[in-house]
């Protein structure tokens, strides 16, 4: 059975042992996902709980917030992740200064082994932890010697010759190349969360559209897509949507993600919804006025219904 343990910030007291994998899995990509499958496997044949450790916020979001990049997945889309991926338990970590500046050994000895009862644990091969990144694979299967615990790494997962990672598929979505993300991803690239009351301009214009709320705070793509709705009756409900910041409607507004579905007239306020893009149609752009921009949504919904019935 699935379970959420916080690390926030004591110590978990009577743990079970179990197999753990750690990193930050922003995505949950192939990479990851290659990772979760060996865990299962080595947790299975121990007889141990399979456990992932992750961190929140992004440890770059504590170090250089201006700089961190733009996040994958949100906290619950990753939980979500996690659990379809048949993990048993998951160790959130609640990632600040103070956790930061645990030396090496002491993450080994009070997080891995007396915390959390690491009996086998599985890093990717370029992972480092404790402070300033001290620690590495070597440290981590010498102490494992020492105390009797298994240290093993994976290598990285490629596609089209590429290394798989979270800065690979940020830079696949940043250039609009969806099907490269889809890729490294193994799934479309989405984004899940609560339908909202907007401004209702979309309905005025003529194409009424779902205002999906985003726990995003710069989202890894931005234009206009074709792109299916899952979370309702009749999953797979196609439609075109608009994420960005509606620069001819709006001065200098927050990223909005917006969902026209193809003749669909149900009111979905608080249906909780998820948004695969599947391609993008084109940049958004500034209209010269609100006509301007009704004729574009209108080339957008057939390019976005010639998308779909080109790839049936």
């Not at 091969?125 to 402070?131: H, L, Q, R, V």
Request: aromatic share 8%; with cysteine.
């Amino acid at each position: 059975m699935f379970s959420v343990l916080n690390l926030n910030p004591a110590l978990p007291k009577g743990a079970q042992p179990c197999a753990l994998t750690i990193g930050n899995f922003d995505g949950v990509h192939r990479g990851h996902q290659a990772m979760l499958a060996r865990l299962k496997v080595a947790a299975a044949e121990r007889g141990l709980a399979a456990a992932v450790m992750t961190f929140e916020p992004h440890p770059r979001e504590v170090f250089t917030p201006d700089l961190a990049p733009a996040r994958l997945t949100s906290l619950r889309e990753k939980i979500e992740l996690f659990k379809q991926h048949g993990i048993d338990r998951l160790i959130l970590v609640h990632f600040t200064q103070r956790f930061a500046s645990l030396s090496p050994q002491e993450f080994i000895q009070k997080i891995l082994l007396d915390g959390l009862q690491a009996r086998w644990v599985l890093i990717g091969d370029d992972f480092k932890f404790g402070a300033k990144r001290a620690g590495d694979l070597t440290l981590l299967r010498q102490v494992g010697e020492q105390q009797r615990f298994s240290v093993e790494s994976l290598e990285s997962v490629l596609s089209d010759g590429e290394r798989v990672s979270s800065t690979a598929v940020r830079e696949a979505l940043a250039q609009g190349d969806m099907a490269k993300a889809t890729r490294m991803l193994g799934r479309p690239y989405s984004i899940s969360g609560r339908v909202v009351h907007g401004d209702k301009l979309g309905k005025e214009l003529g194409f009424p559209t779902a205002n999906v709320q985003m726990k995003h705070n710069k989202p890894p793509l931005s234009g206009i897509f074709a792109v299916e709705l899952a979370g309702l009756e009749g999953n797979g409900l196609q439609g075109v949507a608009s994420l960005g910041v509606r620069p001819t409607v709006k001065t200098n507004g927050a990223a909005t993600l917006e969902v026209h579905v193809f003749d669909f007239h149900d009111r979905i306020y608080g249906a909780h919804v998820r948004v695969d893009f599947l391609h993008k149609l084109r940049d958004e752009e500034k209209f010269a006025d609100l006509p301007a921009l009704i004729l574009q949504i209108e080339r957008d919904v057939v390019d976005a219904k010639n998308f779909f019935l080109t790839t049936k």
